[in-house]
Antibody, heavy 118, light 112 residues
Framework: QVQLVQSGAEVKKPGASVKVSCKASGYTFTSYYMHWVRQAPGQGLEWMGIINPSGGSTSYAQKFQGRVTMTRDTSTSTVYMELSSLRSEDTAVYYC???????????WGQGTLVTVSS | QSALTQPPSASGSPGQSVTISCTGTSSDVGGYNYVSWYQQHPGKAPKLMIYEVSKRPSGVPDRFSGSKSGNTASLTVSGLQAEDEADYYCSSYAGSNNFLCVFGTGTKVTVL
């Protein structure tokens, strides 16, 4: 069965970086794009970007351009999302999610809580 | 790019129907037949309920249906059940490299 398993919760200081992993299993890793979506406490969903696990190409939401980097490791079927220059507003649950068809996301990771606090 | 607009809340009694709207622009909802709907229970990851405006993934009850007219998409939940109480988010493909996907503001559905 398809599973996306994310790394554990992180606590970071303002200005630091965080790298969240998402390990995929149960399907051909390189056949489906992967998105990253975040959700601040009590808030809605916010799209961050997408990576093509096959070639590694990426597209990022304009809001995160210059601060986010998405990468993948095909040998371990894992995608990564690194967010730098963290500020308190980046405190959120970060999800990876597999794209089924044009931005519809059929499988989601369990989420990773990133807390930014001094 | 702004979030798609949804009503903050909707409610209905068990067995009734509730419809949630999702309003965007011609650059997203109106421009593509790629609207999705997600259900999210507290503390859980979102679950895909509808994709490509009106298609249901395997395992989603046919009580859930989607439609679109112009720049507004809608999700209807018929025969409301207690377990349908959740937050619902729409999303749309937006066609721009820097904004491929835009989500709605979210609607809290309460089963009375």
């Amino acid at each position: 069965q398809v599973q996306l398993v994310q790394s554990g919760a992180e606590v970071k200081k303002p200005g630091a970086s965080v790298k969240v992993s998402c390990k995929a299993s149960g399907y051909t890793f390189t056949s489906y794009y992967m998105h990253w979506v975040r959700q601040a406490p009590g808030q809605g969903l916010e799209w961050m970007g997408i990576i093509n696990p096959s070639g590694g190409s990426t597209s990022y939401a304009q809001k995160f351009q210059g601060r986010v980097t998405m990468t993948r490791d095909t040998s371990t079927s894992t995608v990564y999302m690194e967010l730098s220059s963290l500020r308190s507003e980046d405190t959120a649950v970060y999800y990876c999610a597999r794209e089924y068809s044009s931005s519809s996301l059929d499988y989601w990771g369990q989420g990773t809580l990133v807390t930014v606090s001094s | 790019q702004s979030a798609l607009t949804q009503p903050p809340s909707a409610s209905g009694s068990p067995g009734q129907s509730v419809t949630i709207s999702c309003t965007g622009t011609s650059s997203d909802v109106g421009g593509y037949n790629y609207v999705s709907w997600y259900q999210q229970h507290p503390g859980k990851a979102p679950k895909l309920m509808i994709y490509e405006v009106s298609k249901r993934p395997s395992g989603v009850p046919d009580r859930f249906s989607g439609s679109k007219s112009g720049n507004t998409a809608s999700l209807t939940v018929s025969g409301l059940q207690a377990e349908d109480e959740a937050d619902y988010y729409c999303s749309s493909y937006a066609g721009s490299n820097n904004f491929l996907c835009v989500f709605g503001t979210g609607t809290k559905v309460t089963v009375l």
